[in-house]
T-cell receptor, first 113, second 116 residues
Framework: GNSVTQMEGPVTLSEEAFLTINCTYTATGYPSLFWYVQYPGEGLQLLLKATKADDKGSNKGFEATYRKETTSFHLEKGSVQVSDSAVYFCALSSGGSNYKLTFGKGTLLTVNP | NAGVMQNPRHLVRRRGQEARLRCSPMKGHSHVYWYRQLPEEGLKFMVYLQKENIIDESGMPKERFSAEFPKEGPSILRIQQVVRGDSAAYFC??????????????FGPGTRLTVL
């Protein structure tokens, strides 16, 4: 079956530091990969996605590249801001039931001024 | 354009009571999904509904849990005779389509159920 493993948190960084949150997956077929972000008190929002190998998703300074050879989709940002403090979820969908998202456990990021 | 609405945001029930969680999808969305997040776990798919139809309930426990999405009104996730293990955050999502490039799911803020 499908599964997603992401970096355990919490992660605490200073403003302008470099961010990496690791994500690896196991899936049948050719999954689509996603990063969602959840700000305090809000629902999950799609941050970025990639639908095929070597695609790079990017949004708001965040990037992630779909690496089929390493089954990874690591999230990166060159310079984090306090407003990036949130929980980040890696997810995938695949196969005939591609509406069914499989999530990692989430990584809490706290950015201090 | 209002987002996905869920209510209540917090729900406390005693063991054996019923819990009803409501979800109003975004305007124009006819596909609704429910996910559950147990403590220290990721979100797990429960059920996918279209108006008046359950399309996939493979992630929903066979007993005590039911879901509906009537022609009029919100989608309802119903848990009968709740037990402590039902304590979790329940998230609803909606989408305009179920597949293809424009099938992004938009999530509500969740309902946090606590069973005493």
């Amino acid at each position: 079956g499908n599964s997603v493993t992401q970096m355990e948190g919490p992660v605490t960084l200073s403003e302008e530091a470099f961010l990496t949150i690791n994500c690896t997956y196991t899936a049948t077929g050719y999954p689509s990969l996603f990063w969602y972000v959840q700000y305090p008190g809000e629902g999950l929002q799609l941050l970025l996605k990639a639908t095929k190998a070597d695609d790079k998703g990017s949004n708001k300074g965040f990037e992630a590249t779909y690496r089929k050879e390493t089954t990874s989709f690591h999230l990166e940002k060159g310079s984090v801001q306090v407003s990036d403090s949130a929980v980040y979820f890696c997810a995938l969908s695949s196969g005939g039931s591609n509406y069914k998202l499989t999530f990692g456990k989430g990584t809490l990021l706290t950015v201090n001024p | 354009n209002a987002g996905v609405m869920q209510n209540p945001r917090h729900l406390v029930r005693r063991r054996g009571q019923e819990a009803r969680l409501r979800c109003s999808p975004m305007k124009g969305h006819s596909h609704v999904y429910w996910y559950r997040q147990l403590p220290e776990e990721g979100l797990k798919f429960m059920v996918y509904l279209q108006k008046e139809n359950i399309i996939d309930e493979s992630g929903m426990p066979k007993e005590r849990f039911s879901a509906e999405f009537p022609k009029e009104g919100p989608s309802i996730l119903r848990i009968q005779q709740v037990v402590r293990g039902d304590s979790a955050a329940y998230f609803c999502a909606s989408s305009p389509y179920s597949s293809g490039k424009n099938n992004e799911q938009f999530f509500g803020p969740g309902t946090r159920l606590t069973v005493l």
